[in-house]
């Protein structure tokens, strides 16, 4: 068929101990106020962060200017079009996550820092984890054109060639695929990279270990085929939500649900019967046959390194396109950090961190951050009021072995609650001046990475032995003698705060 028309203590004014908005935050309820691309595209137009370029074309340019966009935090959104040997109309769209347009999409006020957007994130939205089902509707804009048979053609839509050492163009980068479990029933959607082979067919990688990698093991293991849908043009909260940590079991629909207080309409998928957001902007709906592997990669990866070399993965054979009209394209392809990926992973991952740790039982845990420069699980910075000997030690082995912290770390730096652990200038300082080498460091081996760790041996990934270490520092001060610590010399986080707001006008 062819196309046709179908909180630390300086934060305790703003969010409260038992999570609750205080004081001036009482009027600072979360809204989401987009529920596709479309109108997010609005929300960040009135805050005037939205640039359109065209005639840039796909082959170099995009790729190009991308890598100057996503290095700066205060970079504008940009949407690309026009590009040269495309569908008519399409776009691709990059930087959603930086300057005001940040606080914009998880729904909270503009004036806030990027430690109190993350708290107030996870009080809001992460502590209790309100689920609300998708509902399932009829029609959506995603129909408004189908393509189907010999007409399925993949590459009319502007997926640049991100790098240029990169092996073909990756249209999933800003995308998430939705399978289901064949034995348990749930919905999976996670985000993984999905490169073009030709005009009928994709392949994607999936680290060992993530939920779709674990539901593509189980077709594999019975020899039947995965049915697949790969949603490449999404609503932010959508694409945040796919490449958060959600437990086992969960539908990310139902956490995006739960978010806007109020279900995401999805439609089943035609040929496969998944369920894909109504509203989406491109739809890819296909089946991983068992055995079908092509030679995927290099691809410029999220720790800043082509960490995985060209290998047979999996190979999608696409029976179908959905897609609005003037489609839009979601990019978000990683960068060395800190990028795009390390800013909205920094916020979102410490959020959902913070709450591993405290539902462990790690008591009197007042901050934690996942540092940008590490991709968000590089480097973790975990702030405590100690309370015991070996406090800090437990706040550090669990931030590096929970769900949300385990996969591919590498350091967790442990301090006291008067080191905003954001600033990673702060965080260093703690560590190099209350740690001692020999005796502050904890060692843990075999612990979960993946082929794209630049750091693991070529004999190792060889074998399949993806695993590395990681460096437990504790740069608190020595417990049984912290009275005795030499006093720092300036001012405690509330005058701070006060100098700043008196004195800030010195700085302009």
């Known amino acids: 068929m062819a196309t046709q028309d179908r909180q630390p203590e300086y934060m305790s004014n703003v969010i409260g101990q038992a999570g609750a908005p205080t004081g001036e935050n009482a009027e600072r309820t979360p809204h989401v106020g987009y529920t596709d691309l479309r109108e997010w595209i609005e929300e960040a137009r009135k805050l005037g962060e939205v640039r359109e370029v065209k005639g840039l074309s796909w082959q170099k340019d995009i790729g190009m200017a991308a890598e100057v966009i996503l290095h700066d935090e205060n970079a504008p959104c940009v949407i690309f079009g026009d590009v040269p040997g495309t569908l008519p109309g399409s776009r691709v769209l990059v930087n959603f996550f930086g300057g005001k347009r940040q606080r914009m999409t998880l729904g909270f006020s503009t004036d806030m820092t990027k430690l109190e957007l993350s708290e107030a994130f996870r009080t809001q939205y992460m502590a209790n984890l309100n689920r609300i089902p998708p509902r399932y509707v009829n029609d959506g804009p995603v129909f408004e054109n189908v393509i189907t048979g010999d007409a399925v053609d993949v590459t009319i839509f502007p997926t640049p060639k991100w790098h240029d050492e990169d092996g073909g163009r990756y249209i999933g980068t800003g995308s998430f695929n939705v399978t289901r479990?064949?034995?348990?029933?749930?919905i999976n959607c996670g985000t993984y990279?999905?490169?073009?082979?030709?005009?009928?067919?994709?392949?994607?990688?999936?680290?060992?270990?993530?939920h779709g990698r674990i539901q593509r093991d189980k077709y594999q293991a019975k020899n039947e085929p995965m049915p697949l849908a790969i949603v490449v043009g999404c609503d932010p909260m959508s694409f945040l939500m796919a490449s958060s940590e959600v437990p086992y079991?969960?539908?990310e629909y139902e956490v995006i649900g739960g978010i806007r207080g109020r279900p995401v309409d999805v439609v089943k998928a035609p040929i496969t019967g998944l369920p894909v957001p109504a509203n989406a902007e491109i739809v890819i709906e296909g089946y991983v046959s068992p055995g079908n592997v092509k030679p995927e990669g290099p691809f410029g990866e999220w720790m800043g390194y082509y960490g995985s070399d060209v290998r047979n993965e999996p190979v999608m054979d696409i029976k179908a396109i959905y897609h609005r009209n003037n489609p839009i394209l979601l990019g978000c392809a990683p960068q060395r950090p800190p990028d795009e990926i390390a800013r909205y992973r920094a916020l979102t991952r410490s959020a959902v961190l913070r709450e591993n740790v405290v539902k462990a039982g790690v008591p009197n845990v007042t901050a934690i951050w996942a540092h940008e420069i590490g991709t968000a699980r590089l480097l973790l910075g975990v702030a405590i009021k100690q309370r015991y000997p070996g406090h800090a030690k437990q706040a550090g082995h669990v931030a590096a072995m929970c769900h949300a912290g385990a996969y591919a770390g590498r350091y967790v730096i442990v301090v006291d609650d008067d080191i905003d652990v954001s600033n990673l200038e702060e965080l260093i300082w703690a560590m190099l001046t209350r740690s001692d080498p020999a005796t502050s460091i904890d060692i843990i081996r075999n612990a979960w990475s993946t082929p794209l760790d630049p750091r693991i041996e070529p004999e190792r990934k060889a074998k399949g032995d993806f695993t590395n270490s990681r460096a437990i520092i504790d740069a608190c001060r020595p417990w049984h003698?912290?009275?005795?610590?030499?006093?720092?010399?300036?001012?405690?986080?509330?005058?701070?705060?006060?100098?700043?707001?008196k004195f800030r006008y010195l700085l302009s």
């Not at 479990?181 to 749930?186: A, H, R, V």
């Not at 490169?195 to 270990?209: L, Q």
């Open 193 to 210: 990279r999905v490169m073009i082979h030709d005009a009928k067919s994709v392949g994607f990688y999936i680290s060992p270990g993530k």
């Open 249 to 251: 079991g969960v539908c």
């Open 181 to 186: 479990d064949p034995d348990e029933g749930w």
């Open 481 to 501: 003698w912290r009275d005795k610590f030499p006093k720092v010399n300036a001012p405690n986080p509330e005058q701070a705060r006060l100098a700043r707001q």
